[in-house]
């Protein structure tokens, strides 16, 4: 419990000073704990569950500036995972929202389980990325999908760098939004 | 979608964060809420006429103390509530405390008043107004901090909504003693918080529908 606590944080830490390899290894990690947690609350629809993974790992790198450095990051973590869950249940049927707000705290106690066999979603964010507005998507697809620079990316579509920056920005929130919509 | 595409994706490019932007966020929001509250009250409501002679009294600075005291409470608040998993238990406390404290200095003073007083202890002479103005002057504050909470990440919506209302009815407050001459604390004990009671009422009621976010 204190190692995944501390490696998590350590890997979390690193990254939003700047060190990509160790991001990718905490969205790595975090989505083997997301994956395991939502794993056991969503027995009668296991086809959910990678859904709710990609949203959460999606939802993280958005709320990614609301980790204060005093805190603690696996109630950080599962705090973020159960407000999708109840979000998803909520949208199934209010009869199911009332059993899962009953377990409040638990999972900031629990021990952390992993399971680290991803599986593809049923649902394509990519698919989903199409529907953006251009200043969103094509940012989102020169840079985090091609690997382009910003630079390169305004250079491409005769953007300002800024317009780039906050165009990722803008798309991955409405990304976000729009998956949580469509459920 | 394969979830090792997304994770590749989302950790492609530049993904730093300065520290402390829950606190930058919400300390600017409040900054312009405060701005904004003491223009209106020093434009649209004047100063009180006497302000010069009343600042050397202590219960100039009484009527100055609560809000701000109710507004640094729920600014504690507000900034953990903003991030997932963390509870504001120590400041809902505090805040108790702070109403105990009040309450009980005013009983003590209504009290110890002869009875034909009490009335106009309680009561002054700007009651109504009191509360409608100090809960108007709020409500773009309140607006503000939700706007801001939104793109934070608060999971416990009633509490946060509660903090951001408080907060909102702190900065209105104190912008609003500038204006009002009542010089006792039963008044603030009554309708001063009365009008801070409205704004966190009202983000306790709306959080669940407008402070969501995906």
């Not at chain 1, 049927?93 to 638990?106: F, G, K, T």
């Not at chain 2, 600017?28 to 409501?45: F, I, N, R, S």
């Not at chain 2, 309680?122 to 801001?148: D, K, W």
């Amino acid at each position: 419990m204190e190692d995944v606590e501390e490696t998590l944080r350590a890997s979390l830490l690193l990254a939003l000073a700047g060190d990509s390899q160790a991001y990718a290894a905490f969205l790595t990690q975090s989505g083997a704990h997301l994956r395991a947690y939502f794993r056991r609350r969503l027995v009668t629809s296991p086809n959910e569950v990678e859904d709710l993974v990609q949203e959460t790992l999606l939802a993280l790198h958005n709320r990614r500036h609301t980790y204060q450095t005093t805190q603690r990051l696996t109630p950080w973590l599962y705090a973020i995972a159960r407000y999708k869950l109840v979000d998803l249940l909520r949208a199934q049927s209010p009869r199911r929202q009332r059993e899962v707000a009953l377990d409040d705290d638990e999972a900031a106690g629990e021990l952390l389980a992993a399971d680290a066999s991803p599986a593809e979603s049923r649902r394509d964010l990519l698919k989903l990325l199409d529907t953006l507005p251009d200043r969103h998507r094509l940012p989102i697809v020169l840079v985090k999908l091609e690997g382009r620079s910003v630079a390169e990316a305004a250079e491409a579509t005769g953007m300002s760098e800024a317009a780039v920056k906050v165009g990722i920005h803008r798309g991955l929130k409405k990304l976000a939004a729009e998956a949580s919509r469509r459920r | 979608m394969k979830t090792d595409a997304l994770i590749a994706m989302l950790a492609r490019g530049d993904s730093r964060v300065a520290p402390g932007a829950v606190d930058r966020r919400l300390g600017a929001t409040v900054a312009a809420g405060l701005a904004l509250a003491l223009v209106a009250v020093l434009t649209l409501l004047g100063p009180r006429a006497d302000i010069g002679a009343a600042a050397r009294l202590p219960m100039f600075w009484a009527k100055l103390i609560v809000p701000f005291l109710v507004g640094a409470l729920a600014f504690a608040a507000a900034r953990r509530l903003a991030s997932p998993g963390r509870r504001a238990s120590a400041a809902a406390a505090l805040a108790a405390t702070l109403l105990a404290v009040v309450w009980a200095l005013a009983a003590f003073d209504v009290a110890s008043a002869p009875v034909a007083a009490r009335g106009h202890l309680l009561l002054g002479n700007s009651a109504p107004q009191c509360v409608a103005l100090i809960a108007l002057l709020s409500l773009p504050t309140l607006a503000a901090l939700f706007v801001t909470l939104r793109g934070l990440a608060p999971t416990r919506l009633p509490a946060a909504g509660a903090a951001a209302g408080a907060l909102a009815g702190g900065i209105a407050a104190a912008a609003y003693a500038l204006h009002c001459d009542e010089m006792t604390l039963p008044f603030v004990a009554v309708w001063y918080v009365l009008g801070m009671a409205v704004p966190a009422a009202l983000g306790t009621l709306l959080a669940p529908r407008w402070l969501r976010w995906a």
